[in-house]
Each structure stands twice: as C-alpha cells, then as structure tokens.
Nanobody, 118 residues
C-alpha cells in the first residue's frame, strides 16, 4: 500500500519559515520523481517545486529563491523548506510521487494546510 504522509504545515506570520516533510512508503523511492504542489481556495492545483526524471529541479516562479526542495533517500522523505513566506503562499500543500518508469503513474498525499497570516 502506497502512502505519502505530509507534515509540518501550520500557521505562520508573513516573513516566517516552515519546513514540510513527506514520508513515502510502499514505493521504491528512487523510481519516483518527488514534488510539491499546492491548491489555494478557488484555484487550481499548481506546481510548487519538483524534481525531474533527468535530475533537474523545477520551481514555480513565485517561489524561486524562497523555497527549496530536498530529499533524504535513506528515509524515503522529501522536504520543502519555505522561507520569507507571504500571504499568497497560503494553500493546502500536497506531496507528489511521479513514476519515472511507469507512464502516467502518480501518487498523492492527503495534503497539509499552510496559512500565512498576521
């Protein structure tokens, strides 16, 4: 059974920082490109940051220089370090595992709420 379990969300003031974690189980971690997406109320889900099959990292232009995606293969965990948070970063953040072997195979976490407000 595949599970992606996110943690680390919460309420933070503008300018603050949070680190999200996503622990994966039930998959061969190295066979997936991991990423983070977010969905704000009334908006479509959008890419925040993701590793590619080719080893590159893509960031949304709105978070470049503020957010950093990283992973610990030994722990099958991917992280999203978010600094200089803004109100417009408020959303539910979802972890994604995209298979680099099987076409169109994706797994999603349940999401974690990030609220940036004073």
């Amino acid at each position: 059974q595949v599970q992606l379990v996110e943690s680390g969300g919460g309420l933070v003031q503008p300018g603050g920082s949070l680190r999200l974690s996503c622990a994966a189980s039930g998959i061969i971690f190295s066979s997936y490109a991991m990423g983070w997406y977010r969905q704000a109320p009334g908006k479509q889900r959008e890419l925040v940051a993701a590793n590619t099959a080719g080893g590159r990292t893509n960031y949304a232009s709105s978070v470049k220089g503020r957010f950093t995606i990283s992973k610990d293969n030994a722990k099958s965990t991917v992280y999203l370090q978010m600094n200089s948070l803004k109100a417009e970063d408020t959303a539910v953040y979802y972890c994604n595992a995209h298979s680099i072997i099987v076409k169109d195979l994706d797994y999603w976490g349940q999401g974690t709420q990030v609220t940036v407000s004073s």
